[in-house]
């Protein structure tokens, strides 16, 4: 079975840092294109950045460049974000996604990120 | 990266069909033909109903389909279903590299 299942969420503070994590099983990994997309309580979905397949090419949403860096490990099928100077705007569920054909065709869970004081 | 223009809502009755608009520019969704759609229940996370504009994932009822004109796509349900209602995004490539959501729009089966 595909499945991407996220961890590393938490409460944070304004300033504060983050990992998150996806793992990744039931398909070549390293085939793939990967992005992370998140989703602020009771709003829209907003992509947040994608990656390549060897780790080459990455793209982010203006608001996050410069102070998120997602990252990839092919030999343990995991994707990460890592997430600085956060803000209390960066508060969502954050989602892990496999990126096929200009579009997101499986998704995991979600981890809860939440920046508060 | 200014977010696609969608309803708030739609309803319709079972086996009605409704349509959900996405309008954006002649810089995302006028300018590729690289619109998809997710399907979001409470709760849950979104799933993919529709990609490149009009092509369906395997699994997906063609129930569902999915078009374009200028810069606005569109999603349309035929025979509605009570197991439809949900939130439904668009999403469209931006160029350089960016990809832009729409708001969302709540499908209500009445």
């Known amino acids: 079975e595909v499945q991407l299942v996220e961890s590393g969420g938490g409460l944070v503070q304004p300033g504060g840092s983050l990992r998150l994590s996806c793992a990744a099983s039931g398909f070549t990994f390293s085939s793939y294109w990967m992005a992370w997309v998140r989703q602020a309580p009771g709003k829209g979905l907003e992509w947040v950045a994608n990656i390549k397949q060897d780790g080459g090419e990455k793209y982010y949403v203006d608001s996050v460049k410069g102070r998120f860096t997602i990252s990839r490990d092919n030999a343990k099928n995991s994707l990460y974000l890592q997430m600085n100077t956060l803000r209390a705007e960066d508060t969502a569920l954050y989602y892990c996604?496999?990126?096929?054909?200009?579009?997101?065709?499986?998704w995991g869970q979600g981890t809860l990120v939440t920046v508060s004081s | 990266q200014s977010a696609l223009t969608q309803p708030r809502s739609v309803s319709g009755s079972p086996g009605q069909s409704v349509t959900i608009s996405c309008t954006g520019t002649?810089?995302?969704?006028?300018?590729?033909?690289?619109v998809s759609w997710y399907q979001q229940h409470p709760g849950k996370a979104p799933k993919l109903m529709i990609y490149?504009?009009?092509k369906r994932p395997s699994g997906v009822p063609d129930r569902f389909s999915g078009s374009k004109s200028g810069n606005t796509a569109s999603l349309t349900i035929s025979g509605l279903q009570a197991e439809d209602e949900a939130d439904y995004y668009c999403?469209?490539?931006?160029?350089?590299?960016?990809?832009?959501f729409g708001g969302g729009t709540k499908l209500t089966v009445l």
């Open positions: 490149d504009v009009t």
């Open positions: 996604a496999r990126w096929v054909a200009q579009s997101l065709t499986v």
């Open positions: 999403c469209s490539y931006a160029g350089s590299y960016t990809w832009v």
């Open positions: 002649s810089s995302d969704v006028g300018g590729y033909n690289y």
